[in-house]
């Protein structure tokens, strides 16, 4: 995928950004995603321009992170080369949001790291460290504009308040806070997750009819946006787990 000749390393970012967030959510497909990020990477380190390389560094870690996912949700073990290298691209994209001195560059990076021991380690212990530093910084990415961003990290919390330190009430409370955010964003690939979290939160907290209420929307969403069929399944299957609790044998 070719980019004009005068597209600064920025802009190649955002067109990036753009082409991730429909791949990870629509078409499942990445190829074109890290060239893009690769040719904003070429272009910043060309410019001197440390933002927008760690900006395409942090991108290309993310594309390498969504890849492993589509493994997982495969039922394939990523390969420890691949989990090696998003971490290693997040770790770098994270030196650099550091000595630049960016609030929301850091907190990005320092959840693209936790991400890769949350998720790919199934370590708590070793992302909550990371996961921590980046929820003290979330303002940074609201005011950044990175709305997305702040939503993934009040997620990922919600996730650790649900399966790790077990608190079902804070898990909801973090879990409508990523959905607030993302509801704010508009954009109707990132809503059905959300749901899907809070609705797993609110079984959790035996709460299953507001499960079930969000659940169901989530499915509508997921279907009428056209997402990936696994995460139409994802929240399909969500809706039956609440569905099966307002069951009098449930």
Known sequence: MATESGTTAREICAAADEALAEAAFRTGTFNAVAELFGQALARARQDGDREAEARAIGGLGATAHHRNITRLVSDLRPLDADVEAEEDLMREALAIWQEVGDAAGTARALFGVGLVFQ???????????????????????????????????????????????????????????????????????????????????????????????VTRRA????????????????????????????????
């Not at 370590?123 to 702040?150: I, T, V």
């Not at 499915?219 to 995460?231: E, Q, V």
């Open 219 to 250: 499915a509508t969403l997921a279907r009428s946006a056209g997402l990936l069929a696994w995460r139409v399944r994802d929240a399909e299957e969500s809706l039956r787990r609440a569905e099966a609790a307002l069951s009098p044998s449930g």
């Open 119 to 213: 998720v790919l380690h199934r370590d708590w212990e070793a992302a909550m460290p990371y996961f921590w530093q980046a929820f003290g910084l979330a303002e940074a990415l609201e005011e950044s504009g990175d709305l997305y961003g702040r939503s993934e990290v009040h997620r990922h919390l919600g996730f650790y308040y649900l399966y790790a330190d077990v608190r079902p009430r804070e898990a909801v409370r973090q879990q409508g806070h990523s959905l607030a955010l993302r509801e704010r964003l508009g954009d109707p690939r990132r809503i059905p997750s959300a749901l899907v979290a809070l609705g797993e939160a609110e079984l959790a907290a035996g709460n299953p009819e507001t499960a079930a209420e």
